[in-house]
Nanobody, 124 residues
Framework: QVQLVESGGGLVQAGGSLRLSCAAS????????VGWFRQAPGKERELLGA????????FYRDSVKGRGTISRDNAKNTVYLQMNNLKPEDTAVYLCAATALDYGLGYSSSYDYWGQGTQVTVSS
């Protein structure tokens, strides 16, 4: 089993930045790929991007491309999402998820383990 805990959310003004963390415990973290998602009220959960187990491969959806960076520190069992130039429409609960797969990371169905999420609120 893998437990994931997100942190780093909060209230930020438009144009500001946040670094979200996803800390893992349980199964060997370095063997897991991790995705970042968000869900705003009344909207479907949206995949933002993902990083494979080694950190050698990442991808991003258009909604965060150029503003978001996913990285990982396997020694700390943590994956990060750095978000810059935040906009009010970025307001959502941000969640991380993990999978033993190294492919299909663009599909939420590929992920087996989910965190509870951290709230990000961007004021205009």
């Amino acid at each position: 089993q893998v437990q994931l805990v997100e942190s780093g959310g909060g209230l930020v003004q438009a144009g500001g930045s946040l670094r979200l963390s996803c800390a893992a415990s349980g199964r060997t973290f370095s063997s897991l790929s991790v995705g970042w998602f968000r869900q705003a009220p009344g909207k479907e959960r949206e995949l933002l991007g993902a990083i494979n187990w080694s950190g050698g491969s990442t991808f991003y959806r258009d909604s965060v491309k150029g503003r978001g960076t996913i990285s990982r520190d396997n020694a700390k069992n943590t994956v990060y999402l750095q978000m810059n130039n935040l906009k009010p429409e970025d307001t959502a609960v941000y969640l991380c998820a993990a999978t033993a797969l190294d492919y299909g990371l663009g599909y939420s169905s590929s992920y087996d383990y989910w965190g509870q999420g951290t709230q990000v609120t961007v004021s205009s």
